[in-house]
């Protein structure tokens, strides 16, 4: 591989800060979680987002999307409501 080649992955590597949920999906995937939360309140289980990304995402993709959200520091739904807004500059 020349070098220019490997400048050129270096850099499309620092510029891929890329989420799984678009901007869209994780404000629908938070507002969704909050109401619920609101009502049900929070048992320590994703069991609102599963509900959300069960409506809304590709199941292939749900534990991918659960572990990108833990990473954030949202392990259970009020978690994600409280942490992950930020990350997905919402
Ligand atoms: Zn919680």
Same mark, same amino acid.
């Given at each position: #591989? &020349? *070098?220019?080649? /490997? !400048? *050129? !992955? ?20 938070? @507002? ?5 939360? =609101? ?10 987002? @599963?509900?959300? =990304?069960?409506? *809304?995402? &590709? %199941? #292939? /993709?749900? +534990?991918?999307? =659960?572990? +990108?959200?833990?990473? !954030?520091?949202?392990?259970? &739904?009020? +978690?994600?409501? /409280?942490?992950? %807004? +930020?990350?997905? *500059?919402?």
């Amino acid at each position: #591989m &020349d *070098n220019s080649r /490997k !400048m *050129n !992955m270096t850099y499309q590597a620092q510029q891929r800060i890329e989420h799984l949920l678009t901007p869209d999906q994780a404000a629908a995937l938070l @507002q969704y979680v909050e109401i619920r939360i =609101l009502d049900g309140g929070c048992n320590h289980t994703h069991r609102y987002t @599963q509900a959300w =990304l069960d409506e *809304n995402i &590709d %199941f #292939m /993709k749900h +534990e991918e999307v =659960l572990c +990108e959200l833990e990473n !954030m520091g949202g392990y259970c &739904d009020c +978690e994600v409501v /409280k942490n992950c %807004f +930020e990350d997905y *500059n919402l």
